[in-house]
Each structure stands twice: as structure tokens, then as C-alpha cells.
């Protein structure tokens, strides 16, 4: 009698299994990849934009290579280093800053061709300071992590120390107060209906770095439901706390969240009140994007420490933090 052949794993389900162990080594990393990528991006969005584009990148970059990194925090820099600087270079010539007819430069000499894609400030110069003086990654690191020479560092440094500002915030386009107040009222009403209803049937909701929907029906069965509900997976309540590290859950109660809209450097944000026996503390933040009357992106920041930290504590709201994923 023959054998069944073993069933074959989705396609999915493999890529899924694979980037859980990629991060089960390469998350410990991550907070201090979310400080580098803060110092080089214009606001704590744009750096978590950055850091899980650099995680992907570099998933994608290990099934490439014949071995694992020897300096892993030096490569994950390297690689949103690269990133970065790859954006950069895009957006002038997107500006029009690339004279007519003109190649665009090999990459790894657009890295060592100081002030070629910021005015004040070449990305160079910037990462070499930060990687210096906020890490203290020696000469070689440095070099190892933006692709190029021990002198390139040394030069950069030179030129970029004293020279390095802030960058300006950036200007992001507001949904209209109806639409915000309108999400508020039907999340704190618990109506489900209510709030799928100002969805675009196109809409995208997801929990920023571990989960995305498409469309109303997959919002009402998903990430909605997280975001009204999962604080009784949060406090323990009917045994439901797989895949949550007892460290987050201490003092959660199962109070269904409330929400309301906070300012912050200009741009509404919903913060997300959660209930704790010592108090209620802000554990989630949601920003939104119109298209008219209707919600058509919706991005609920849960597992994001590095960013809930910085924006409450720049609003000076309590807040409590989730790590970096669910399982």
C-alpha cells in the first residue's frame, strides 16, 4: 500500500512561517532600528514607514544571501540606510532636481557624493552623525552600514558634524472634522455598522506592521473587531490571551476602549484610550485618510512602541505599550 504524499503547505502559510522566524531573531533589533530611522525621517510615521520597509527589505535580502549577516545591526542599518537614501534621490528627481538628459548615479556613488541630494545636509553626512554620536558604532560599522570607505566615514563626519538640523516636519492632508468626529462617536457607541459604514467599499484598514484588509466586509469581521473588542483578549477575560506577553497585560481591564481626536504637529490623530485598574492609558493610535465624506485608508498603530511613546509623550498623555506583535 503506497503512502499518501504529506500535504503541501500554502504558499502563504510558508512565506507567513518564514518571516516569523526571520523575526524571532531580528526584532530585539528593532527599537533601536526605529531610533536610527527617527533621526534620519521627518516624523515618527515616516520612520515606522521606514523601519518595516527596512525589515522586509531585509527578509528578502537573507533569502538571497549565502549566510547570515555577520554584524546583523550594522546590516539592518545598512539597508534602511539605503532605503532612505534611495527615496531621496527619487523624490529630487521627481522635483525636477535632475538636469534633462542625465543619468541617475550608481547608488553606492550617490552615498559617497556629499550634499548631491540634500541642500544643508547630505544623507550621508546625517546617517555617519547619527550612527556615530547617537549609537557609537565604531569607523568600520559606520562604513559597513552605509556601503562605502572607512575615509568616506571619516569625511563625513568631518563635514557633517555641527551642520546637522532638524528636518522640517511634514504636511499631511487632514480628513474633515465630520469624518473624525464621525469614526469617534461610532467606536465609542460600539456600533459596528456605523463605523464600517464610512468605509470606502476600496478602503484599506490594517494594524500598522502585522495585519491589512481590503474593503467593508473584511474591516467588519477583522480589524474592527480588534479594535472595539480585543481589550478582552488584552485583560485575560475568557481565557483569550494567546499570543500576548503577560508583561502587557498587567492591570488591563475589559472595558471596551474609547476614543478621541488629539492635535498633534498639526495632523489629528486618534488616540485610544484603554481601562486599567490604576487609571485609563493610551495604548493605541489610529490615522485616518478621506476620499470625500468617506474613510478610504485606516491605520490603527497598536504594535508600534517607539511610536505610541513619542507621540504621547510629546501630547504628555499616559500610555502603555503593546510590543511588537500578536503571536
Not at 525621517?41 to 547570515?68: E, H, I, K, N, Y
Not at 545598512?78 to 525636477?96: C, F, H, K, P, Q
Not at 541642500?119 to 555617519?128: D, I, M, N, T
Not at 481589550?231 to 483569550?240: F, I, K, M, P
Request: proline content about 7%; overall charge neutral.
Amino acid at each position: 500500500m503506497t503512502t499518501p504524499p504529506e500535504p503541501t503547505p500554502s504558499l502563504a502559510g510558508a512565506v507567513q512561517a518564514s518571516w516569523h522566524r526571520f523575526l524571532d531573531t531580528y526584532e530585539p533589533l528593532r527599537p533601536e532600528l526605529y531610533r536610527y530611522c527617527r533621526s534620519l525621517a521627518r516624523s515618527p510615521w515616516d520612520a515606522d514607514d521606514l523601519v518595516q520597509d527596512a525589515m522586509a527589505r531585509a527578509f528578502v535580502t537573507l533569502g538571497c544571501m549565502d549566510g547570515p549577516p555577520e554584524n546583523p545591526r550594522a546590516w539592518l542599518f545598512r539597508v534602511a540606510s539605503n532605503l532612505w537614501i534611495d527615496r531621496l534621490r527619487r523624490t529630487r528627481e521627481d522635483a525636477g532636481d535632475v538636469p534633462e538628459g542625465a543619468t541617475a548615479p550608481e547608488p553606492r556613488a550617490s552615498r559617497e557624493a556629499a550634499g548631491t541630494l540634500i541642500g544643508r545636509l547630505s544623507p550621508q553626512e546625517r546617517a555617519a552623525v547619527v550612527l556615530k554620536e547617537a549609537f557609537d558604532l565604531s569607523l568600520e560599522e559606520i562604513a559597513e552600514a552605509l556601503a562605502t570607505s572607512v575615509g568616506a566615514v571619516k569625511a563625513a563626519l568631518h563635514r557633517g558634524r555641527g551642520k546637522l538640523a532638524g528636518p522640517d516636519e511634514a504636511v499631511t492632508a487632514s480628513p474633515s472634522a465630520p469624518v473624525l468626529d464621525a469614526f469617534c462617536a461610532a467606536f465609542n457607541a460600539g456600533d459596528l455598522e456605523r463605523l464600517v459604514a464610512l468605509l470606502l467599499d476600496t478602503a484599506s484598514v490594517e494594524v500598522v506592521r502585522v495585519h491589512a484588509e481590503y474593503g467593508r466586509d473584511a474591516a467588519r469581521k477583522g480589524v474592527f473587531q480588534g479594535m472595539m473588542y480585543g481589550s478582552r483578549r488584552l485583560a485575560g477575560v475568557d481565557g483569550q490571551t494567546t499570543g500576548i506577553d503577560p508583561r502587557y497585560r498587567l492591570g488591563a481591564l475589559p472595558d471596551r476602549p474609547r476614543c478621541e481626536v488629539r492635535l498633534h504637529r498639526g495632523e489629528p490623530v486618534i488616540v485610544h484610550w484603554y481601562a486599567h485598574a490604576d487609571g485609563e492609558a493610551v495604548r493605541a493610535l489610529t490615522r485616518l485618510e478621506t476620499s470625500g465624506d468617506r474613510l478610504s485608508r485606516v491605520r490603527n498603530y497598536f504594535y508600534t512602541p517607539g511610536v505610541i511613546a513619542e507621540v504621547c509623550g510629546e501630547l504628555g498623555l499616559p500610555y502603555r505599550i503593546n510590543g511588537y506583535r500578536y503571536w
